[in-house]
């Protein structure tokens, strides 16, 4: 005995066939939907981070910045005192003079206003002076603590 098909089993399977190209579609629509959830998620959390990289290398710029400009206005704020003690006339033998004229007492004067300074300071490993055409007219070396002038 064959056993045919009954009228039932084939009408649940031609409905299953039906069924599954709607299945099909409403798994797409889902999937597709879901895939641009995740996508539009990693985006903004993308975006976010590059942000924030962007936010913190502006901030260390910054601080780095700052950090020259105060090693900065110390040099210049030592530069201005040397200039300003420098340029105190003092009165000898009815003539006025300045730290910075090539006279061979106010050399002296300036070599030891350089080495206190040095001494004092403690940062400087070399203090020039230089004429106004650039050439060196006394250098005071700072070495282990003992400013000398070479």
């Known amino acids: 005995m064959s056993s045919a098909p009954t009228n039932s089993s084939v009408e ?8 599954l190209p709607l299945f099909a579609i409403i798994f797409l629509i889902a999937a597709s939907l879901l895939f641009m959830a ?11 981070e590059q942000t924030d990289f962007k936010n913190n290398e502006i901030s260390l710029v910054n601080r780095g910045k ?3 400009e105060q090693q900065l206005a ?3 704020s ?7 003690y420098g340029e ?3 009165i000898q033998d009815g003539k006025a003079y300045s730290l910075f004229d090539d006279d061979v007492a ?4 300036l070599t030891t206003l350089l080495k206190v300074f040095s001494q004092e300071k403690q940062v400087y490993d070399q203090i ?23």
């Open 106 to 109: 106010q050399n002296h004067a």
């Open 12 to 19: 649940s399977t031609d409905s299953g066939l039906k069924v």
């Open 38 to 48: 995740a996508l539009a998620h990693y985006w903004q959390v993308t975006l976010k």
């Open 74 to 76: 110390g040099v210049v």
């Open 88 to 90: 105190h006339y003092q």
């Open 78 to 84: 030592d530069i201005n005192y040397l200039a300003a």
């Open 128 to 150: 020039r002076f230089m004429d106004t055409l650039g050439a060196e007219k006394l250098r005071i070396n700072y070495d282990q603590g003992r400013p000398e002038q070479v």
């Open 66 to 68: 700052t950090a020259i």
